[in-house]
């Protein structure tokens, strides 16, 4: 199976901020890297596919850059509904594997 | 607009078993494969399984194998979860999952590009 590791695991930015997580996978996974949000009591949205493109509605602050490895989700100004946990996921190969995750808290 | 309503959830006793729904809308729902992925309270996401559109193939995570089982029908526009000798462990959210497809180079890359609410599924004595 593919690992994927996330860091860091939280982070205390304010708003404003430039916010970078970063996504390792264990063996290349090509661009085949997608990013999810999620608050408190709701479900994952997809916000990056293919490790860099934006899914429709999602606010421009957001992007996605890296292939192989390494990845990376950047938020260009923290806004007050960006305060959520994000997760990284490969679909490179069965099984599917998501990151640990990374809470971004006030 | 894309609708995923799961149902199914409850509390059930260990050695147990539970059959999780997935109603899906607003979309050729036979033309999508489709997840289901859960998280533990508290926890971090952990994908269960994968049905493709048709339902010939599935494949489902190590720790559900044998015990789980995905499947569709097409014609209802559902999803289900046949989940059987439930365990603590098993105690999660449930959420049924579209498998999206994305252009990436030569082929297509998979996302789950949208998500029901969740059912909460509880095993406990």
């Known amino acids: 199976d593919i690992q994927m590791t996330q860091s860091p695991s939280s982070l205390s930015p304010s708003v404003g901020d430039r916010v970078t997580i970063t996504c390792r996978a264990s063996?290349?996974?090509?661009?085949?890297l997608n990013w999810y949000q999620q608050k408190p009591g709701e479900a994952p949205k997809l916000l990056i596919y293919?490790?860099?493109s934006l899914q429709s509605g999602v606010p421009s602050r957001f992007s996605g850059s890296g292939s192989g490895t390494d990845f990376t989700l950047t938020i260009s100004s923290l806004q007050p509904e960006d305060f959520a946990t994000y997760y990284c996921?490969?679909?490179?190969?069965?099984?599917?594997?998501f990151g640990g995750g990374t809470k971004v808290e006030i | 607009q894309v609708q995923l309503v799961e149902s199914g959830g409850g509390v059930v006793q260990p050695g147990r078993s539970l059959r999780l729904s997935c109603a899906a809308s607003?979309?050729?729902?036979?033309?999508?494969?489709m997840h289901w992925v859960r998280q533990a309270p508290g926890k971090g996401l952990e994908w269960v399984a994968v049905?493709?559109?048709?339902?010939?193939?599935?494949y489902s995570a190590d720790s559900v194998k044998g015990r789980f089982t995905i499947s569709r029908d097409n014609s209802k526009n559902t999803l289900y979860l046949q989940m059987n000798s439930l365990r603590a462990e098993d105690t999660a959210v449930y959420y049924c999952?579209?498998?999206?497809?994305?252009?990436?180079?030569?082929?297509?890359?998979?996302?789950?590009?949208?998500w029901g609410q969740g059912t909460l599924v509880t095993v406990s004595s």
């Open positions: 607003g979309f050729a729902f036979s033309t999508y494969g």
């Open positions: 049905i493709y559109y048709d339902g010939t193939n599935e």
């Open positions: 063996q290349s996974i090509s661009i085949s």
């Open positions: 996921e490969q679909s490179y190969s069965t099984p599917v594997t």
């Open positions: 999952a579209r498998r999206g497809l994305a252009f990436c180079g030569g082929g297509s890359c998979p996302n789950l590009d949208y």
């Open positions: 293919t490790a860099s």
